[in-house]
């Protein structure tokens, strides 16, 4: 066993050799430029290769219009905030600090694994291949929950992009491609179903909101059931689809903000108990180190 977690890459592990940071340094920062420019390039281009149906991105999006068809303009958004904030991580893989780079290191295989699935998902996505695109981010979605819960207390600066955010994304595409993956013009029971699912977005954020305090989670949410919501309204003003979105966005965001405004201010200590027993209020300053 001891053999096993010395070469499997996604142990815990508290220190990391210089051998193991370099590779961690090389493919990530790789990986993830793979994963931009694919992303961007889609985009903008469609593919030239394949007898499949090809289609940029957004056109995707915009030419099969499901329940979960968002709005391009907050993807967007969406996508160049968690780029940044994901190359702002990959910065810390370079710190001079080797507490900051043990935590950057920690998440580092999972974050590969992640840029590597949604290249593939991207090249599956824009060719039509919508099941193999929906096995792509089953499998992912996996990988990034086992990365949430194995390491829910990295720092922010680590955990928004490369655990909630992609993950996020992740939960939301399953239904954003899976509702293309069984689309038809005049499936009513489709439409059904999507006013359904769409509030599995609010039991997933409130999750997560409730049980972590995660407000990063909250607020990828937000922004991904805004984009929906926007989109439902352009396509149908009279629709449950947008009312529905724009309520669970308004709750999540709510529900985003008082966790959040707490933690930043420092008074987040009103989530906790009000009294401690003397012996436990004289440890308290070492349980939180």
């Known amino acids: 066993m001891a053999n ?107 974050f590969i694994v992640n840029n590597l699935f949604h290249f593939a998902f991207i090249m599956l996505f824009v060719r039509s291949h919508f099941i193999w695109a929906e096995v792509m981010l089953v499998i992912n979605f996996f990988n990034l929950s086992t990365l949430y819960f194995r390491h829910n207390t990295s720092p922010r600066f680590i955990h928004a992009p490369v655990a909630s955010g992609p993950l996020a994304w992740t939960f939301v595409a399953l239904f954003w491609n899976g509702a293309m993956m069984v689309y038809h013009p005049r499936n009513l029971v489709a439409r059904v179903f999507g006013n359904i699912f769409i509030w599995a977005i609010l039991g997933y954020g409130g999750f997560f909101i409730v049980a972590f305090k995660d407000y990063t989670m909250g607020f990828w949410l937000s922004l991904l059931t805004a984009a929906i919501g926007v989109a439902q309204f352009e396509r149908q003003i009279i629709s449950l689809q947008w009312i529905f979105a724009f309520v669970i966005m308004a709750i999540l965001f709510l529900a985003t903000v008082t966790v959040a405004v707490p933690a930043w201010t420092g008074r987040d200590y009103l989530w906790r108990r009000e009294a401690q027993p003397a012996r436990d209020a004289e440890r308290a300053p070492l349980l939180h180190e």
């Open 4 to 110: 096993w977690n010395a070469w499997n890459p996604f142990s815990r592990r508290e220190t990391h050799s210089s051998g193991s940071i370099l590779t961690y340094k090389l493919l990530t920062l790789l990986t993830w430029l793979l994963s931009v420019i694919v992303t961007v390039y889609y985009a903008v281009n469609e593919p030239k290769d394949g007898y499949n149906i090809r289609r940029r991105i957004w056109d995707q999006n915009n030419l099969i219009r499901t329940a979960f068809t968002m709005n391009p303009v907050l993807g967007d958004i969406f996508w160049i905030v968690l780029f940044i904030l994901q190359f702002g991580y990959i910065t810390h893989l370079f710190s001079r600090t080797p507490e900051t780079v043990n935590y950057a290191a920690s998440v580092g295989s999972h």
